[in-house]
């Protein structure tokens, strides 16, 4: 008899050691299967980042609102993404959105929802207006698109068009399809 409680002492401490170890690796971060959860590890309220010209000068200013990072993936997740491309000689495009996604390598930006992308001249005037949905920025072409329908309003016109493209250095737009405007005179 004294044998055989030796060995379910012996398999019932195999047993409980398996499962702590178990549930020490599947919980360290991790949604049970493996793989780490989709959870934030950090966030901040109204964030503000700055990317630098080598002279000191501002490239672009990102701000949102809150901004969640993924550690899984290494993304970062937005509310109210606000960002400035800077250019010399000429005032910032300004982008606004409800939502936006950063990629691991800070490369990419998925704005999401309703986007607004303007300039204004020097004096404050509006010189040009794009609001569209769901917008890709390549940050360091300082590009940016969607195939979605986008309206956009100059001084004097009112152009429609499904899918843009914006080369921001070069201040040059890109309308793809369906395109019709109007021509307002004085």
């Known amino acids: 008899m004294p044998?055989?409680?030796?060995?379910?002492?012996?398999?019932?401490?195999?047993?409980?050691?398996?499962?702590?170890?178990?549930?020490l690796l599947a919980g360290g971060g991790?949604?049970?299967?493996?793989?780490?959860?989709?959870?934030?590890?950090?966030?901040?309220?109204?964030?503000?980042?700055?990317?630098?010209?080598?002279?000191?000068?501002?490239?672009?200013?990102?701000?949102?609102?809150?901004?969640?990072?993924?550690?899984?993936?290494?993304?970062?997740?937005?509310?109210?993404?606000?960002?400035?491309?800077?250019?010399?000689?000429?005032?910032?495009?300004?982008?606004?959105?409800?939502?936006?996604?950063?990629?691991?390598?800070?490369?990419?930006?998925l704005l999401s929802g309703n986007v607004t992308m303007w300039q204004d001249d020097h004096a404050g005037e509006r010189l040009f207006e794009i609001v569209t949905s769901d917008v890709r920025i390549l940050m360091d072409q300082e590009y940016a698109e969607t195939d979605k329908p986008a309206v956009l309003k100059g001084r004097k016109t009112t152009l429609k068009a499904t899918?843009?493209?914006?080369?921001?250095?070069e201040s040059r737009l890109e309308l793809l399809n369906e395109v019709y405007g109007k021509i307002l005179q004085n």
Do not use: C
Not at 99 to 108: I, P, Q
């Open 3 to 23: 044998g055989r409680w030796k060995t379910a002492a012996v398999l019932g401490l195999l047993a409980a050691v398996s499962a702590w170890l178990l549930n």
């Open 30 to 109: 991790s949604d049970g299967s493996g793989r780490l959860r989709h959870d934030p590890d950090h966030f901040m309220e109204n964030f503000t980042t700055i990317n630098m010209e080598l002279d000191g000068r501002p490239k672009t200013i990102l701000r949102a609102v809150h901004m969640a990072h993924y550690p899984d993936n290494n993304t970062t997740e937005l509310v109210k993404p606000r960002l400035e491309v800077f250019r010399p000689d000429k005032t910032p495009v300004q982008v606004i959105a409800e939502r936006g996604w950063v990629t691991a390598d800070n490369e990419v930006i």
């Open 163 to 169: 899918g843009v493209r914006a080369y921001l250095q």
